[in-house]
Structure formats: structure tokens, C-alpha cells
């Protein structure tokens, strides 16, 4: 197979017919449909379920696309990176959402230093970096811990504690603040006067008490160190982004838990405490590919690790 065919294949994906695909590539239908056939025969696997006027990726047609879609956009990118190489270079680099704050110094002080680099940024979910990293998409990842280290060379930037951030007005749901008030002693102070700034601790058993809002990456770490400590924790949402959970919480439906390195996403009138857990703190690291040499400008990137934030 070759590149054509894979843009041919491309188009006849988006497009949902070869009709629609050969004009948008401004060529006959009959080749489109040629490419297609010749295509399926060499891979052996049907990639497209045809219907009367419209055509579908069948399971293997998806996983062909995903895998297509990356090696012409690497194409391109080896292409533009070719046509441009008298004038700079070109940073390939990914970072997580919860990442992005602390690496945002080091590329600014990067860039200023190397006024020719351009930078092809991907921010995704550390799964969807780690096989960007794989298929060589990008040479380089800001990812946080938990992932599989050894698989990389990786180099720490920081670790940090998790933080629980409190709603400034709470829901109905705050009925289970008088329960907190019953198990401790007469001379306890009530929730309000023990969140009411951005300082000191929160213990796990302390935040059992009240409706949580976790990250689904999160989930298993935390959880584990409730279950650690006997206790059941109220999971009022488990979401796939930290910043919806800092959203439930503004909202003032539960109590948000996330990495520090999130603190300055906060929504106004959220109240802030470190939970008092060492196995609950993350680290930063920047990942490179084991088997790949790197290149010189991502070697002097890393450099720069030193300016990253906190």
C-alpha cells in the first residue's frame, strides 16, 4: 500500500461514499473505487460495510483509520518539517490537561531562547500520549503518575500532594455535615470553620464524610487508600476530566479531589486543603521513547525541565 491510497481511504471514511470522496479529491469515482478494492485484497480484512447510498467502517476499518490518520499526519509533518528545515525546527511534544500549567514556563523560556523552533503540541489523556509516544507521533510527554515508568526513559519534574477542594455554598447534600459534627468531640469545629481558608489538612476519614467528586484516572489510587483505612467514601461523580469535577464542586454538589498542579483552573469561592495522605501524592515526569535516540532538540528541551512551575 502507499500513501494515496491511504488519503483515497481517508476520504472515502469521512466522506461516507466514494462518490462524495472522488470529489472532494477532485478525481474520477472509478480509481477511488479501484484503490479500495485493491486496498481490502492486499489487508485481507473487509474494511467497509456498503450500503445502497452510504458505506460504513466495519470493526477493522476503524482501527485502520486511527492507524492511517496518524501516519499522514506524520507524512505531512515530515513533509512541512523538510520544506522548512533552512528556517527551524519543529518540537514535537504532549502534555496532560493537568500538566499543562506547569510545563507552560519551560516552554516559554524555550521559545525565547529559540526564536526558529515551531511545536506541534498534543494535549490528551496519558493513554492516548503514551501511544502517541509508541508510533513516534511525538518524541516527548509531560504524563503524571500512575502509568507504567518503566517503559520509558523518564525524567521527574515534581511531585505533588492531592488537594480537596470545598464548594463556597453547599447543596442540600450538606445534611451529612451534622453527622460529621455528632462523631467527633463536643469541642470539634464544624466543617465551614475547618475549610474556611486555603491552608492545613484533611484527613481520609474527614472526607468520607462528605459527597466526593473524582477523577476516573484517579479513582483506583484513592480509592484504594479509603479501603486502606476502612472506610466507605461518598462518590457523588466519578468523571473523565479533573476540570468537571472542579465544575460539581463550584457548583456546590460535592467536594472535588485533584492534583495541585490544578489550583490555578479553580473557579472562584472554591476553598482548598491538602489531604493529609502520602500515598495519595502524584509525580510529574517527562517520558521519551527507550528504543529511539533522541534528537538534539528535544535533548536541549529537557534542559529546560528546571523552569517548570512550583
Not at 70 to 76: C, G, N, P
Not at 242 to 261: D, K, N
Amino acid at each position: 500500500m502507499d500513501l494515496k491510497q491511504m488519503e483515497y481511504f481517508q476520504a472515502v471514511a469521512d466522506a461516507g461514499s466514494i462518490s462524495e470522496a472522488a470529489r472532494r479529491l477532485h478525481v474520477a469515482q472509478p480509481p477511488v473505487s479501484y484503490q479500495m478494492k485493491m486496498l481490502e485484497n492486499e489487508l485481507g480484512v473487509q474494511l467497509f460495510e456498503r450500503g445502497a447510498r452510504h458505506i460504513r467502517l466495519t470493526k477493522a476499518g476503524h482501527i485502520f483509520y486511527t492507524r492511517v490518520t496518524r501516519i499522514l499526519e506524520m507524512a505531512d509533518n515530515a513533509a512541512r518539517d523538510t520544506i522548512r528545515a533552512g528556517k527551524g525546527q519543529t518540537l514535537y511534544l504532549g502534555m496532560t490537561s493537568t500538566t499543562v500549567s506547569i510545563i507552560q514556563p519551560v516552554l516559554k523560556r524555550f521559545a525565547t531562547d529559540h526564536p526558529d523552533v515551531h511545536y506541534q503540541l498534543y494535549d490528551g489523556s496519558t493513554f492516548e500520549l503514551r501511544h502517541l509516544l509508541d508510533t513516534g507521533v511525538i518524541e516527548g510527554a509531560v504524563l503524571r503518575t500512575p502509568f507504567p515508568v518503566e517503559e520509558f526513559n523518564c525524567r521527574l519534574i515534581r511531585t505533588e500532594p492531592m488537594l480537596a477542594g470545598f464548594p463556597a455554598q453547599w447543596s442540600p447534600r450538606k445534611a451529612r455535615d451534622a453527622e460529621f459534627a455528632a462523631a467527633e468531640s463536643p469541642t470539634a469545629k464544624s466543617p465551614e470553620e475547618s475549610i474556611s481558608g486555603n491552608s492545613g489538612k484533611i484527613s481520609l476519614s474527614e472526607l468520607s464524610r462528605y459527597p466526593l467528586s473524582v477523577y476516573r484516572r484517579y479513582y483506583d489510587l484513592i480509592h484504594e487508600q479509603f479501603t486502606a483505612q476502612h472506610l466507605t467514601p461518598d462518590y457523588f461523580s466519578i468523571c473523565d476530566d479533573a476540570r468537571t469535577s472542579l465544575l460539581w464542586c463550584s457548583s456546590g454538589c460535592a467536594v472535588c479531589l485533584f492534583p495541585e498542579s490544578l489550583r490555578p483552573a479553580l473557579p472562584d469561592g472554591i476553598r482548598t486543603m491538602t489531604i493529609d495522605s502520602e500515598e495519595l501524592r502524584t509525580s510529574i515526569l517527562f517520558a521519551a521513547p527507550k528504543e529511539r535516540q533522541p534528537s538534539a532538540l528535544i535533548t536541549d528541551f529537557t534542559g529546560y525541565l528546571m523552569y517548570a512551575a512550583g
